[in-house]
């Protein structure tokens, strides 16, 4: 199993840049950087490939409605450049609150966008003239669209790889359905090891079943938060924060995609309450109403046996990389890091 590390929306970027090449040392093999609406990840990930020679990196996630499709895939080709071939470019449709209130974009046909945004990508990195007449993205733009001017175009430059790897963060049944079939990785989130096959199983076959062969099978990433404790309480009052603030906040009530997936987890009455709670300012409220049972399903908390044997969990569900997000009052220093780091990877193997 691969251990991986997000690096959060924090101050002291470059200082925690400077703790990669220990932390790789230690068993890091890949480091996302989000976007969220926080700075860019494009920026900082040109930096950390500066500053990097082996470690892998990925976007974790870039929206795809905050950049044109051919944008994605000529960002995706630089950095998979500069980097010497080491980056995944992880892609998601994040939701309305987001787009439209932070981009001022409309959401819409987010299953749609997502097919054509991939295949877009794929043809610029084929360096194909790029000609694509779909339903929501027509290039060139037709000429009763514009100056009528436009004509087909491929990328200039040579990408060291003809297809950089594409990894969808995806939650409901439809985008993880889509993301069997189209990405090489798949990212859920809030990953319940005992009820994945029930709650994603349907949904990732039907996937399945339509995939290419050439794109080798589905790899498996999921953020994890961990904490080596034995005040396990203390160590999950983040993870439940967070776990708040996703079912809770990110989405009006009927449009929250991690609601509906606390839901379908089995926790209907639960996920109802902290959407409430949260949506009417009583935010300790709602984190106080988050089962403990869901917070340690998804989470590395615990003594070592504790994690250890949660790692067997996450494996046999089929994931193969780690994204450790650190949590508690331990791995919250640089030396707790890259000890955290060593014994997830030791538990690991």
């Known amino acids: 199993m691969r251990i991986g590390m997000r690096l959060e929306h924090t101050d002291g970027f470059a200082e925690s840049v400077e703790e990669l090449p220990d932390l790789e040392r230690a068993g890091l093999a890949i480091v996302f950087v989000p976007e969220l609406y926080g700075f860019d990840a494009v920026s900082r990930l040109g930096y950390i490939a500066a500053r990097t020679e082996r470690l892998e990196l990925a976007s974790g996630i870039m929206q795809i409605y905050s950049r044109t499709p051919t944008l994605t895939a000529m960002t995706a080709a630089g950095l998979d450049a500069v980097s010497g071939g080491r980056f995944t470019l992880g892609v998601g449709v994040s939701g309305p609150q987001v787009?439209?209130?932070?981009?001022g974009v409309p959401y819409d046909a987010p299953l749609g966008r997502m097919r054509e945004v991939v295949e877009i990508c794929r043809r610029v990195w084929r360096r194909e003239l790029l000609v694509h007449d779909g339903r929501h993205y027509q290039i060139p733009l037709p000429e009763e669209r514009g100056t009528g001017f436009g004509k087909p175009l491929k990328l200039l430059n040579r990408p060291p790889r003809e297809r950089v790897p594409i990894m969808i963060a995806a939650t409901g049944p439809k985008n993880v359905a889509l993301a069997a079939e189209i990405a090489e990785v798949w990212e859920p989130i809030f990953f319940h090891p005992e009820k994945a096959k029930e709650v994603f199983g349907a949904a990732l076959a039907a996937g399945l079943a339509k995939r290419d062969p050439d794109l080798g099978r589905l790899r498996v990433c999921v953020d994890v938060p961990v904490a080596f404790t034995d005040d396990v309480p203390d160590a999950l009052e983040a993870a439940r924060a967070r776990l708040a603030f996703y079912i809770?906040?990110?989405?009006?009530?009927?449009?929250n995609y991690y609601n509906d997936l606390a839901r379908r987890y089995g926790y209907e009455a639960e996920a109802k309450?902290?959407?409430?709670?949260?949506?009417?300012?009583h935010r300790a409220e709602a984190v106080a109403c988050v089962p403990t049972e869901l917070a340690e399903a998804v989470c590395l908390v615990g003594p070592p046996e504790r994690i250890a044997e949660r790692i067997t969990a996450f494996a046999e569900a089929g994931v193969e990389t780690l994204c450790l997000s650190p949590v508690g009052r331990t791995g919250m220093d640089r030396t707790g890091r890259l000890r955290l780091v060593e014994r997830v990877a030791e538990l690991a193997g």
Request: net charge negative.
């Open 273 to 281: 309450l902290i959407q409430d709670l949260y949506l009417e300012g």
């Open 248 to 255: 809770g906040g990110m989405g009006a009530r009927g449009r």
């Open 99 to 103: 787009i439209e209130g932070f981009h």
